[in-house]
């Protein structure tokens, strides 16, 4: 990967998608030695882009817009991890030779409409005609499994939040994120309830955003102009919905995705490596980070402090949810912490992007590792 | 929300009927008329009409707003443990906040589902309520 660059996460009332996607593009090709008449395949992210822009397969109107000639260009939308699976499809290509270069964007617009048609819209990363239709929400969810948690574990409503106080504290150092500000416990029992016991100050906020990610092979890589980080592996694993799982504390799709990842790359997390998860509620944040087995079950509201390279954007949480973008989000804060751009500084060898739809319904993992 | 008409009557026996699938090879059941087993894949599946009552084991208190959805808040959307087994996701109505709780019985009951359609049809479905005494 040699070169990465987002938007700032927002509600961007003023642009549409094509501005968004060009500034990223813009950002990402810089000093890559590359423009967009060099890009092989531009592979377009977008979880919502049918249900809220009316616009089927964005790639061909991304490529007509922004200069793209002689481009493959194709539009992945597979829920809330529409970003990583473009990103495996990416590092397919490069592994397996068929491409060099390989440009992978993803955007949503989620605030084109008033939040009670965006919340249905976003609704639709449950089973339609088992949830949906029975206007079962994602953040009922997320709230049965946080009761499940603190009743099986004894943790109280107030540490959760401690997740969420984090989140916050990162993103006021991240230009891009959205909600650049901090948060107290003190403000839990007056925060807008959603799905009880879950607030705003448990979840995402309503985003638009643009990312973008150049993968190349090792051979363009070393001309490029900025040091390559490395995307190393790729892995997945599909869970059961959550009225069918014997344990809701317990994210088995993540587990079993990390425990394949980890063989095979001979890898294993620490509070000390730079991890990037999916909290698109606190709760998920804590049960990701037991699930990849980096603090024991039911421990995790203890491990959070002893984190320094959890979620350094601020997560979904506070960076922002722009859908189809974030997993492309959460890989260039993890490129810029990696190569030392970032308000941190990393030693670490290795980071790792967690994605998943839903709560755990299908989880993905994206290894980095430095250039060496 | 616009709902297909079709579906409803295609997945009558999930939204007006509830059924679980007994598996015949790992012995596993499932909540929901399904094609194979949730668990082990097998197609060697049995469906049994549930009597509709069960447990309520969790719910949340939900002010979710979508289109068309103002009228019925707060919603309790909960899972409830069938007597047959298995789990099943639903609303929660007829029920006085204050008098619900972990281990309430329930039972299904036919009710609107939304109404919001644009031309103006109204979609039924399944919720549960705390039991009747009789």
Not at chain 1, 286 to 313: F, H, Q, S, W
Not at chain 1, 366 to 371: M, P, R, S
């Amino acid at each position: 990967m040699v070169g990465s660059g987002v938007t700032k996460v927002d509600r961007h009332y003023d642009k549409n998608y094509l501005v968004l996607i060009d500034e990223a593009v813009g950002k990402t090709l810089a000093n890559s030695g590359l423009d967009a008449s060099d890009i092989e395949y531009l592979i377009v992210s977008t979880a919502f882009s049918e249900s809220i822009l009316n616009q089927a397969d964005p790639s061909t109107y991304i490529a007509q817009n922004l200069g793209f000639r002689n481009v493959k260009a194709l539009t992945v939308s597979s829920g809330e991890v529409s970003g990583a699976v473009a990103l495996d499809y990416a590092h397919a290509l490069i592994r397996s030779g068929k491409a060099s270069r390989v440009l992978v964007v993803g955007f949503e617009k989620m605030s084109e409409y008033p939040s009670w048609v965006i919340n249905r819209v976003y609704s639709k990363i449950l089973e339609y005609e088992v949830e949906g239709i029975k206007n079962v929400a994602p953040s009922d969810y997320a709230a049965l499994i946080m009761n499940d948690y603190m009743r099986r574990y004894g943790v109280s409503r107030e540490s959760i939040i401690k997740w969420s106080i984090k989140m916050h504290e990162n993103a006021v150092k991240t230009p891009h994120a959205q909600l650049q500000f901090t948060i107290s416990a003190d403000s839990l029992s007056k925060a807008l309830r959603i799905s009880e016991p879950l607030t705003m100050l448990d979840s995402h906020p309503t985003s638009d955003g643009a990312a973008a990610l150049l993968l190349v092979n090792e051979s363009v890589a070393k001309k490029a102009g900025t040091t390559p980080i490395e995307l190393v592996d790729v892995e997945s694993s599909v869970n059961l919905p959550i009225y069918l799982r014997d344990d809701l504390t317990y994210f088995s799709a993540t587990a079993a995705a990390y425990k394949r990842l980890s063989s095979r790359n001979g890898v294993k997390l620490t509070t000390n490596t730079a991890i990037n998860v999916y909290d698109t509620y606190d709760i998920y944040g804590l049960l990701t980070i037991e699930a990849l087995e980096i603090c024991a079950r039911g421990e995790a509201v203890k491990c959070v402090d002893e984190m320094p390279y959890l979620n350094v954007g601020g997560g979904l949480k506070a960076r922002g949810h722009p859908v189809g973008a974030t997993p492309l989000y959460q890989v260039h804060e993890l490129r810029e912490l990696m190569s030392g751009t970032s308000w941190v500084k990393y030693d670490g060898d290795i980071s790792l992007a967690h994605a998943m739809s839903g709560p755990d319904n299908n989880a993905w993992l994206i290894l980095l590792k430095g250039w060496v | 929300m616009k709902h297909s008409i079709s579906i409803f009557w295609r997945l009558k026996d999930n939204h007006y009927k509830i059924y679980v699938t007994k598996c015949g090879d790992c012995g596993r059941v499932a909540s929901l008329k399904r094609l194979k087993c949730p668990y082990c894949g097998s197609r060697n599946v049995e469906h049994v009409e549930s009597r509709g009552f069960g447990e309520l084991i969790n719910y949340t208190v939900s002010y979710y707003r979508t289109e068309g959805s103002e009228q019925y808040l707060p919603r309790v959307v909960g899972l409830v443990k069938l007597d047959e087994g298995p789990v099943i996701v639903g609303e929660i109505t007829d029920v006085d906040l204050n008098e619900l709780s972990i281990g309430t019985r329930v039972e299904a009951v036919l009710r609107k589902y939304s109404s919001e359609d644009p031309n103006g049809l109204i979609y039924y479905g399944l919720k549960f309520i705390p039991v009747i005494k009789k």
